[in-house]
């Protein structure tokens, strides 16, 4: 059973043009996340949603939109796509408790090649 | 301003050849430090979660631990199969978000 599934796998696209990237999980988390990696491997967090409530805005540029339907599902959707979006992008969910530490899961990436 | 440094970026053991990997933080409000494995293509798979200095995890030859200022991942008589890269991450409570920071990571190569 896939717990945190992402789609696609892998994206090529051309400059300008807008595309989504769909996560959901099936872990009953109530919390979703998205990260960027960069080609030396670092990742960062940009979004975080809450029961489909936005808490980290990780001063991501406006270009990209994240959109939560339920608490299973994050997508994230990235208008006039730049050379500098190339990376991988990994959802994450995991329970928020409070100021609790809950473990993030993450799902196995979308690489995204913008030529 | 919180940080996350990794070191060494690689290493590179022989079978057998037991060494530690380390992981030094400056934050303000630990919740807890998380490591992660990260094979080639894959997502991060977790692997222990630290609250508190003095603690210590392990699992089969992995083995954390944790100190106000830096953790350490000792990999005793490591096999190829432990080759990956290893993520460590801080949890800092932002906002009233679960917010994870991560170091570079460590790129390990066990050779035969």
């Known amino acids: 059973d896939t717990a945190v599934s992402q789609t696609p796998k892998y994206l090529v696209t051309q400059m300008g043009n807008d595309k989504s990237i769909k996560c959901e999980q099936n872990?009953?988390?109530?919390?979703m996340y998205w990260y960027k990696q960069d080609s030396k491997k670092f990742l960062k967090i940009m979004f975080s949603?809450?029961?489909?409530?936005?808490?980290i805005n990780e001063t991501v540029p406006n270009r990209f939109s994240p959109k939560s339907p339920d608490k299973a599902h994050l997508n994230l959707h990235i208008n006039s796509l730049e050379l500098g979006d190339s990376a991988v992008y990994f959802c994450?969910?995991?329970?928020?408790?409070?100021?609790?530490?809950?473990?993030?899961?993450f799902g196995p990436g979308t690489r995204l090649t913008v030529l | 301003e919180d940080q996350v440094t990794q070191s060494p970026e690689a290493l590179r053991l022989q079978e057998g050849e037991s060494s530690s990997l380390n992981c030094s933080y400056t934050?303000?409000?630990?919740?807890?430090l998380f490591w992660y494995r990260q094979d080639p293509g894959k997502g991060p798979e977790f692997l222990f979660t630290?609250?508190?200095a003095g603690e210590e995890k392990e699992k089969e030859r992995l083995k954390a631990t944790l100190t106000k200022k830096e953790s350490f991942l000792h990999i005793t008589a490591p096999k190829p199969e432990d080759s990956a890269t290893y993520l460590c991450?801080?949890?800092?409570?932002?906002?009233?978000?679960?917010?994870?920071?991560f170091g570079t990571g460590t790129q390990l190569k066990v050779e035969l």
């Open positions: 994450a969910s995991s329970y928020l408790r409070g100021a609790s530490t809950d473990t993030q899961y």
């Open positions: 872990l009953g988390h109530d919390t």
């Open positions: 949603y809450n029961n489909k409530e936005l808490i």
């Open positions: 934050v303000s409000g630990l919740r807890g």
């Open positions: 630290l609250y508190s």
């Open positions: 991450a801080v949890h800092i409570l932002t906002g009233g978000g679960n917010k994870l920071t």
